[in-house]
C-alpha cells in the first residue's frame, strides 16, 4: 500500500527488543480509542488508516480490531516485524514518516507517542505534513500530539519499572531543549539488573522542537487545524498555558 524513500536512520535499532517493555506503562487502547472518537467527529467516515512511526504496531492493533483497514510505517525493521507478528492481517513498510507516498487516498493518519518530533528539523517537518496532505483525501484526517518548546522543564521526567526475564528494569525518559532554535531531544536512560548485576545505557534522541503557533502556521496551507487538551478522557480545548496537546487537521 506504501511507497516511501527509505533512510539510514535507525532509531530505536538498540532499543527494539526493550521497546515493548519500555512503553509498558502507555495506555495504548486509551489512546487509539480517543483517536477513533475525534476522527467519528472530524472525518470523512472512512475507515483506511495509516499509522506513522507505528513502533511494534499496537496502535495498529486497536484500529483494526476498531475495524479500520490499518497499516504502518516505521524506520526500524526490527521493530516492524514485532509489528507483523503483532498485527498479521495489516502492511507495514520500512521508511521515512518525512517523505512518503500511498498507492491510495487515505481517511486517517496517526502520529503518536509525540512521534512527529522525530522529523529533526523545520524543513523535515515540514515534509512530514506535506506528506500526509498529499496521503489523504478531502475531508481525511491527521492527528498527532506534540510538545510546545517553551514550556518543556529539562528537569522533568517520568519513569517506571518492570520485571522481565528474571530481570528488574527501570526506565526513565524526559525532554530537553535549550531554549533556542528548533532542536530539542528526548533523553532516556535503561538500567536492567540480573542477579544483583545492573548494567545501564542512556541515549539522546535528536528531534525538532516548535511551538504551538508556528505549528499551526506551517500546518494552516493544508488543513483546517483543531487543537485539544493532551486529555485522553475528555475532548476539550487547549488552554493557553498547557504545554502538551493533541492537534487534529482535517484535509481541506
Known sequence: MLSV???????????????????????????????????????????THLDLACGTGPHVRYFIDYGYQSCGLDINQPML???QTRCPEASFTLGDMC??????????????????????????????????????????VFCFNTVE??????????????EFDNSQFVFSSGWHYTGNGDKQSLRLSIEKTTEQI?????????????????????????????????DYDKIIPLENNSGNAIFVCVKR
Open 81 to 83: 516485524d514485532m509489528a
Open 99 to 140: 517523505n512518503f507516498t500511498v498507492d491510495e487516498p487515505l481517511d486517517l493518519i496517526t502520529c503518536f507517542l509525540y512521534s512527529i518530533h522525530y522529523s529533526d528539523g523545520i524543513e523535515k517537518l515540514k515534509g512530514c505534513i506535506a506528506s500526509a496532505h498529499a496521503a489523504l483525501k478531502d475531508g481525511g
Open 149 to 162: 518548546k517553551n514550556k518543556i522543564d529539562n528537569a522533568s521526567f517520568v519513569r517506571h519499572s518492570t
Open 5 to 47: 524513500n527509505t533512510s539510514s536512520n535507525a532509531l530505536y535499532t538498540d532499543l527494539s527488543s526493550y521497546y515493548d517493555l519500555m512503553c509498558a506503562d502507555i495506555g495504548y487502547e486509551a489512546q487509539s480509542n480517543y483517536v477513533r472518537r475525534l476522527h467519528q467527529l472530524f472525518g470523512n467516515e472512512g475507515n
Open 198 to 230: 545492573t548494567q545501564s545505557w542512556q541515549d539522546e534522541h535528536p528531534m525538532v522542537a516548535v511551538g504551538f503557533d508556528d505549528l499551526k502556521t506551517l500546518l494552516l496551507p493544508y488543513f483546517d487545524v483543531h487543537v485539544f487538551e493532551h
